[in-house]
T-cell receptor
Framework: AQSVSQHNHHVILSEAASLELGCNYSYGGTVNLFWYVQYPGQHLQLLLKYFSGDPLVKGIKGFEAEFIKSKFSFNLRKPSVQWSDTAEYFCAVTDSGGGFKTIFGAGTRLFVKA | DTEVTQTPKHLVMGMTNKKSLKCEQHMGHRAMYWYKQKAKKPPELMFVYSYEKLSINESVPSRFSPECPNSSLLNLHLHALQPEDSALYLC???????????????FGNGTRLTVT
């Protein structure tokens, strides 16, 4: 069955530190890849997505992610985090062979110290 | 603010009650979803509607009954729930399921359900 793994459940960083959150998926077919973010008290919202083309995708608020097909990975990065990036981050995968279901990883809670 | 509206925001119900959750979007999206999210867990897919027809049912117990009256509305009817069904119920929509695969989910704020 398709699965999504996020390696870090909790991350604590100081402002201006660099961020990398790992995401691996198990499906071997054609996939769409997403990172969603949930700020405290807010709804889930899209951070960035990969559909096709350039494997390095840029999203909102300075986030980017790189799709490495050979590693089944889609890691999220940001060069310099801010206190306002404190949130929960979910990696998600939609596969073409599974009825286009979107499956979420367990999430990573990021806390940025001011 | 999200463009997917869910009501009510909070709901407390007994195990013998019948209640409904409502979801509405006016983005012209043709796919709508129900997800269940327990505390500190990721959203889990329950149902998917595509063009007002049930496309996916993730083996959800029959005490949850979805309904899609039209392309903008999605309901989740609840009956004889158990305390373990207490969770945040999220509605989402996307432009389409398959034709346009570049179709991210737009989530509502959710209904926080407590079953007593």
């Amino acid at each position: 069955a398709q699965s999504v793994s996020q390696h870090n459940h909790h991350v604590i960083l100081s402002e201006a530190a660099s961020l990398e959150l790992g995401c691996n998926y198990s499906y071997g077919g054609t996939v769409n890849l997403f990172w969603y973010v949930q700020y405290p008290g807010q709804h889930l919202q899209l951070l960035l997505k990969y559909f096709s083309g350039d494997p390095l995708v840029k999203g909102i608020k300075g986030f980017e992610a790189e799709f490495i097909k050979s590693k089944f990975s889609f890691n999220l990065r940001k060069p310099s985090v801010q206190w306002s990036d404190t949130a929960e981050y979910f990696c998600a995968v939609t596969d073409s062979g599974g009825g286009f279901k979107t499956i979420f990883g367990a999430g990573t809670r990021l806390f940025v110290k001011a | 603010d999200t463009e997917v509206t869910q009501t009510p925001k909070h709901l407390v119900m007994g195990m013998t009650n019948k209640k409904s959750l409502k979801c509405e979007q006016h983005m012209g999206h043709r796919a709508m979803y129900w997800y269940k999210q327990k505390a500190k867990k990721p959203p889990e897919l329950m149902f998917v509607y595509s063009y007002e027809k049930l496309s996916i049912n993730e083996s959800v117990p029959s005490r949850f009954s979805p309904e899609c009256p039209n392309s903008s509305l999605l309901n989740l009817h609840l009956h004889a729930l158990q305390p373990e069904d207490s969770a945040l119920y999220l509605c989402a929509s996307s432009q389409d399921l398959g034709q346009w695969r570049d179709s991210p989910l737009h989530f509502g704020n959710g209904t926080r359900l407590t079953v007593t």
